[in-house]
Each structure stands twice: as structure tokens, then as C-alpha cells.
């Protein structure tokens, strides 16, 4: 099993594009993919927002999004987005060091709380606390799935200090 000293932590290029839908955004196509990235690249030179890839053997195997608030009040935080990890690189500690990366990032930003959210009953509700982060809130019927059957899930929120 491959260890986490293997990955690599980068920021996102456009050539990524491929990978990132095929190990992470499978239900999104390649264009879609391709203008997400085109927006945090153009975010990043604004220092607004930051795409994070996680890279084995230069292979893209997972994701995350660093998205700064842009109120005054809220320049303190920042929304960690897009978490992803390929599926057959889960569980091997990829997903704690794109947390722990934008975690550093933060900090040279002046950010000191992180917030993240997911649909409840999801394997994500389990996984962020185990990252650190903690649960403050649900909102009930808060994500509709845009494709098939569009399902309709509670939003769970979550936020982590970035220096605890």
C-alpha cells in the first residue's frame, strides 16, 4: 500500500484537467473541469483562491480548493471546497494532507478558521471530523443534486481553527 510520503502537494495546472475529472469530478465533464480550474487559476493571481492537487508517480489522485471570503468581516476565514480523493487512493491519509496543506496556506494568509460542508449521511460527515474539523450546523434540504434522480440531502457545516 502506498504511503502518504509518496504525495506530492501542488497547486493545480490546466494540464491537470484530465485527471482531475477522471480520478476525482467523475460526474462532471472535462469542459466542466477545465473552467473550475481556469477559475482558480485566475483567483490564485488575484490571491482569492487556490487549487490544491495531491500527485503519486504524476498522476493527479486528488483535489481541494482553497476559497478566501471576500467580506471584510469574514477575511479571517476561508472555505476549503472540492475535497476529493480518488477512489482508489482513499483511506491512506491523502485527504489529511490536502487539509493539512491548505491549513498552511492559510496561516501565510492571516486565515485562522477553515469551514467545509458536505451532505449529510455522506462518508464525508465521518471523515471531517477525523481531519480536525467540527460540526456547528445543518441545514435541512440545503443540496439538491443537479443530475438523475435529484436527490436531496441535509448540509452539514464544519470548521476548524487553523492553529489547534
Known amino acids: 500500500m502506498m504511503g502518504i510520503e509518496n504525495v506530492l502537494i501542488r497547486p493545480v495546472r490546466l494540464a ?16 466542466e473541469v477545465e473552467a473550475g480550474i481556469r477559475q482558480s487559476l485566475r483567483g490564485a493571481t488575484e490571491g482569492k483562491e487556490f487549487q490544491l492537487v495531491a500527485e ?68 464525508a460527515e465521518q471523515i471531517y471530523p477525523h481531519l480536525g474539523f467540527i460540526e456547528y450546523g445543518r441545514l435541512p434540504r440545503g443540496l439538491v443534486e443537479p443530475w438523475g434522480e435529484r436527490k436531496v440531502f441535509d448540509q ?9
Not at 16 to 31: A, G, I, K, Y
Not at 89 to 109: F, P, S, W
Not at 111 to 122: D, F, K, N
Open 56 to 123: 503519486v508517480n504524476d498522476l493527479v489522485i486528488g483535489t481541494v480548493t482553497l476559497i478566501c471570503q471576500p467580506h471584510p468581516l469574514q477575511w479571517h476565514r476561508a472555505e476549503v471546497a472540492g475535497l476529493v480523493v480518488g477512489q482508489d487512493y482513499q483511506g491512506r491519509g491523502i485527504a489529511r494532507k490536502l487539509v493539512d496543506t491548505c491549513r498552511e496556506k492559510a496561516r501565510t494568509l492571516g486565515i485562522s478558521i477553515l469551514e467545509i460542508s458536505c451532505r449529510a449521511g455522506e462518508p
Open 156 to 164: 452539514v457545516y464544519f470548521y476548524l481553527a487553523v492553529d489547534e
Open 16 to 31: 491537470d484537467s484530465q485527471q482531475v475529472r477522471d480520478q476525482c469530478f467523475t460526474m462532471n465533464t472535462l469542459e
